[in-house]
């Protein structure tokens, strides 16, 4: 009797201690970087916000970060309390150390919550997380959920090769949480269909509200830069080199081949030579570049920028890359301009890249449009292409919608003008945005170049930016690449 008295208290105290046991706090934060931000700097910074604020902080407990494919990032921190987590929240948000972080963080795309939970860190070793939240269903019994909760973890995900860690909690929102942490992400893929199919695994997804589950499948940023995946990408080298125009950074040039540089704006000799020999001409204070948008498509970088050069002017450039280097240029500058009829600039409206799957889908639905409509005059098919009712303008002399356009076109035949597109050179994309170069006539019939960058959402064309710019005479050239 006495030995069956001392187990039922020993296992009523394993009871008391493991339902006593205090809680911590798993903040979770998930974002997009601009888009003109380098991935190599940020996660330097990332690092560095770690190292010199957040692990100072009361209540510090672990950080992590990371990064998927589609370049959405999560930083993961586990506090000791509630009241920690918000005090160095608020600290964080004035704190000048991380302004350089902060500013590269696109504001519209954050999003953070905090989960209560049991786990202790140990993943240590990790290289690659997973994080799914969701709501369970509201006719699901949370003891039920739970308990099968921890059946998935036993029954399953523990036996998996390169499985860490299972973390789980949920927030005061009734929002549940698992994060589950793996060796790398070949052992983490090599689990999700095997998870799929399990019966345990498919009774658990069944309490969840389908539509709350949100999941995201992340790199860890530590990894990344052990792995010696830190190089810069051709985005990032034509963003810094842009950018040194106002650092004086020496270091972009290198990015530039010194032995093939073929150049296309007809005001600059070809090579490197015709670029120093252009910077050696900068105005005193030097020129200035602010890029708005950068997008990359196979070996092609574009831009959309905001100079100051030889005076205010919005530019396109297109860079192509061959091994690692630029070898040729493009561009289309136009002075900047007063606000359009709708009150728009040649810069603001979205930056956001998104849709990287319809990336192809996006850049023929601009082909057709422009060599359907703009070069074979076919406009019934307008609003094939260009969303009837949401179409947003930059063109500096253009409104919105398509009453806009059609107003546009009024006012060009009614005194003798003309926008004659005759060829259509390059489409280059990344995701939602396309841009097109093309050649044609404008105004008096000039021999004018076209680049227009357009927005799409759900294959029409919402929105568009353009600089039309008119092509010197060809005895006026200092290289003999062409335009296009």
Known sequence: MKTKNVIGMLTMLIALVSCSKEKTVFEV???????????????????????????????????????????????????????????SMKKFMSDTSVADYATMIDGSTMSMSRYSITDDFNA???????????????????NTFNKTNKRVEKGFT??????????TGVNENGEQIVAVYWDTKTNSNAALQPFMDAEISKKFMGMMDQSSIKMGRYQTLNSIK????????????????????????????????????????????????????????????????????????????????????????????????????????WDNLLEVQKLNP????????????????????NKTAVTDFIEKVLLGHEMDKLTSYINPEKYIQHNPAVADGLEGFGAAMKYFADNGLVMEYTKLHKVLGQGNFVLAMSEGKFGKGDHTAFYDLFRLENGLIVEHWDVISTIPAKEDWKNTNGKF
């Open 342 to 361: 709708s009150g728009r600039t040649q810069f603001d409206g979205a930056t956001e890249i998104n849709d990287l799957d319809k990336t192809e889908a």
């Open 226 to 329: 052990n792995s010696n995946k830190m190089e810069l990408s051709n985005k990032d080298k034509v963003v810094a080199l842009l950018n040194s125009f106002n650092t004086g950074d020496q270091t972009p040039i290198s990015y530039i081949n010194p032995k093939k540089y073929i150049q296309h704006n007809l005001d600059v000799a070809d090579g490197l030579a015709g670029f120093g020999e252009v910077m050696h001409h900068a105005p005193e204070g030097g020129f200035k570049a602010n890029v708005i948008r950068a997008f990359e498509d196979g070996d092609y970088v574009f831009t959309h920028t905001e100079y100051d050069f030889f005076g205010p002017k919005a530019g396109f450039d297109v860079f192509r890359f061959e091994d690692g280097l630029i070898v040729e240029h």
């Open 124 to 142: 240590n070793n990790s290289e690659f997380i997973e994080v799914m939240v969701f709501k369970t269903k509201s006719d699901i019994d949370i």
């Open 158 to 167: 523990a036996k998996q090769l390169g499985f860490e860690q299972r973390i």
């Open 29 to 87: 934060t998930t974002f997009k970087t601009k888009p003109t931000v380098s991935a190599s700097v940020f996660n330097k910074l990332d690092a560095e916000v770690e190292d010199n604020f957040t692990q100072n902080q009361p209540g510090f407990i672990k950080r992590q970060s990371g990064v998927n494919e589609e370049g959405d990032y999560v930083v993961l921190v586990y506090w000791d309390s509630h009241e920690n987590a918000k005090a």
